[in-house]
Structures are given as structure tokens and as C-alpha cells.
């Protein structure tokens, strides 16, 4: 995969079949539904502890977010999945023989073609959101974040590793780093 950024677009370009695989990925795990309802609550977390009292005001408050703030916060979250997805549902094919300099160390024979996802400028902000969605809910429901997988990876042959936890590793290391790139490229 490589970052393309230009004054109107930005792209996600030569991905490979694995990498396009896990960026399409994306609008489904952002909305959660795979998902334990525990796990998809983490995205409309209660404004108060379980041990905070319930009085008058705190339940009036309570009353505000649920009947004001999570509609909203649910429609913001909805709106930019759609236009996720309408990004990604504009991706381009191409063959790998159109890849400028190609890295001889990272070439592979069995792929013939690429993928080329172009970004509007404007729906970066979207983007960012939903891979926050997705980045949370994996973390919630897989303990990704902290874990120590990845060190196992480094000492451990390919067999012992379960290849389910793998790819959930990948996608969310993949999704981290798109979000890292608009941020250092493209939101500031």
C-alpha cells in the first residue's frame, strides 16, 4: 500500500488483494453488528459510572442523551459510513505492471492486480470517524490494543499462531496506521 496525496484527493493506492480485503472491511466493522451489544454500546458510553447515584438530576441528564445526544451521535456515526462506503464502493483495479518503480524486494508473482481507493479531501473527516468506530469496537470485543500477540508473532512460527487472531491483528494495525496518516498528512 502506498499514500498518495494530492491537492483534491488523497489514495490508498497499490493495495494488494489482503490489504483492499481489510480496508472494504471497513464500513462493517464500524457499525458493530458482528458484534456483542456490549461491545457496540462502547460507541454511546453512559454518561455516568454505575456508581454514581441516581437523583434527579442525573437522571434528567440521562434522559437528555438518550433522547437527544445518541439519535445524533448514531446519525453522525450512519452518515459517515455511508460515504464510506460509497468511497469504496468507487475503487479502481489495475495491473501491477502500472505500479511506478515497483519494490523489487516486495513484488509477488501471483498477484496481477492492484487496487487504487481515491479520497476526497472533504470526507477525510468521515474516514477518520469510522475507522475510530472500527478501531474501538475490535478493541472492545478482542483486546487488540494492548495486546501482547504481537510480540508472540515475532518468536513464534507461522503454525502456532492462530491466523484468525492474525488478521484481526492486521486490520486493526491497518486500520491504525490509515488514521495515522491523515492525521500527519491530511488533518492538520
Sequence with gaps: MRF????EFWALDALTPAEWHLVSELP???????????????LFPSLFSPE??????TQSHLEDWEEFVKPDLKESFDDARNQISQDIAKVETFDVEEVPEPDPAK???????????RVPLDHTEAWYSVLNQARILMNEEFDLAQSDDRLLLQS???E???????????????????????VE????
Design 4 to 7: 498518495v496525496l494530492t491537492d
Design 28 to 42: 462493517a466493522a464500524s457499525n458493530g453488528e458482528s458484534f456483542s451489544s456490549s461491545t457496540r454500546e462502547r
Design 52 to 57: 454514581t447515584l441516581l437523583n434527579e438530576d
Design 107 to 117: 513484488t509477488d508473482e501471483t498477484i496481477s492486480q492492484l487496487k487504487r481507493l
Design 156 to 158: 513464534q512460527s507461522e
Design 160 to 182: 502456532n499462531v492462530d491466523q484468525e487472531r492474525l488478521i484481526l491483528l492486521a486490520q486493526y494495525e491497518l486500520y491504525s496506521v490509515i488514521q495515522s496518516i491523515l
Design 185 to 188: 498528512n491530511v488533518m492538520n
